[in-house]
């Protein structure tokens, strides 16, 4: 090390490190140890280009959006570190052209996401938020807000991967019978893998669990929210646009889904006029899926590490 308080020089000063959305302070001394850490959240636009021009990495989560145009500034940019599972905010092959290494951190997450599916699950199966908040407007009403109980219910998970089969797991042990479809997976110890359709079809609770990408947008439009069956509900902390949101709404309101949960958007945060918003029986969240104090240490020690190490 030959910069700064013994940082990674470059002859010309530390490494610097800009850091674009909000990031857990032990990732954030770890990376002050070895380099020049330019920390502003919420940082976009020219302001964004500007400090990008002069980083040698790019820390993000899901806020910062960087596309091929942004690249075009990053002028000594190494390495984009994602603090956590997806990359579809980064336009990956603009960044593989300009020679950046994009790495993410893929199981930090898991155990958040899984549970943040589950309570979201136990929310719609016992309407927690809409009787809490009928309760403070000074209803009493134990009829309207009946629930189902999760066991001897049949879960549909769609992505069978880390996330997935975490909630498989989890799932199983409120007696639910899991099925599972992923084009990737042929087997699993708690799962029954099956095509698409048919798991639409016979699950009482639908969630998703697979990355937005060209395969994955729109893969449950108009016809596949049909298809499921009457009554039942539908849980998103994967990513928004692999859902038609506009589906679930006409869906929800016609009274042939009996309950969406949404944690993700295919535009975030959702505008005003967004569909779910004004849907019935709803439950949304702000893309807190990873947002849990373990999660957000785990995820900033590992993306600093592994930046650190690039550079
Ligand atoms: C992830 O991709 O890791 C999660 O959606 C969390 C996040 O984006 O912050």
Redesign the pocket.
Known sequence: PAGRGGGLGRGDGEMKVLVSDRLHEAGLALLRREAEVDYRPGLHGEEFRRALSGADALII??GTRVTAEDLAFARRLRVIGRA???VNNVDLEAATEAGVLVVNVPDA?TISAAEHTLALMLALARNIPAADADLRRGGWDRRAFTGVELRGKILGIIGLGRIGGTVARLAASFGMKVLAHDPYVSSHPTAELVELDRLLKEADFVTVHCPLNAQTRGLLGRREVALMKRGSYLINVARGGIVDEAALAESLRAGHLAGVAADVFSTEPPPPDHPLLRAPRTVLTP?L??STEEALRRNAVVVAEQVLAVL
Do not use: K, L, P, Q
């Open positions: 989560r899901s956590g599972v997806g997450n893309h899926g990873a």
